[in-house]
């Protein structure tokens, strides 16, 4: 099946692994992690499909806002690794085509969480254990991956209308 948590939680490990290509590029490219523009980018198209999936927006919102912050302290860690890396050994596509596949990647982790839902699934806290293995990246601390994990769980699709 396509609906079990642990493929969710690959998703979302996917997203931060592409992490590197862009701390790599920004880093040879001296520009700063955060990029505030992209980030109302990524929240603006990730909210307006979440509504359409029937999400609850709030709680949504958060999710995105930390799966950011995740980000971001993956490429602060990064970089000051990069410090001492020679520059042949950190290339990267260019920032727009690996910000494509994330926001390909963003597409496809609310779908399948949608689908998760629909199918009368749902994230529990027994799943950490899951979430920690599959999000295997030294680049975050234990607490941080908490924090994600919380978030996503607490991102529940609004309860059904009755017809
Ligand atoms: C991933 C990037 O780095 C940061 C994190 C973002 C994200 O998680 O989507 C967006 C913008 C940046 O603040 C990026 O610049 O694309």
Do not use: N, W
């Amino acid at each position: 099946a396509t609906d079990k948590p642990a493929d969710l939680f690959q998703l979302i490990d996917q997203r931060l692994k592409f992490m590197k290509d862009v701390a790599c590029y920004k880093a040879r490219h001296h520009l700063p992690v955060e990029d505030v523009a992209r980030e109302d980018q990524v929240l603006r198209h990730g909210l307006q499909q979440a509504s359409r999936a029937g999400f609850a927006g709030d709680e949504f919102r958060l999710f995105l806002q930390v799966q950011m912050s995740a980000a971001k302290a993956v490429q602060y860690r990064m970089r000051a690794e990069l410090e001492f890396l020679p520059a042949q050994r950190c290339l990267s596509p260019e920032l727009s085509v690996t910000r494509q596949k994330i926001s390909a990647l963003d597409d496809r982790i609310l779908r399948h969480y949608a689908a998760l839902q629909h199918a009368g699934g749902h994230i529990s806290p027994d799943d950490f254990q899951r979430f920690e293995q599959i999000l295997d990246t030294r680049y975050l601390k234990h607490g941080e991956k908490y924090a994600l994990f919380i978030a996503l769980m607490h991102a529940r699709l609004e309860p059904q209308a009755a017809p």
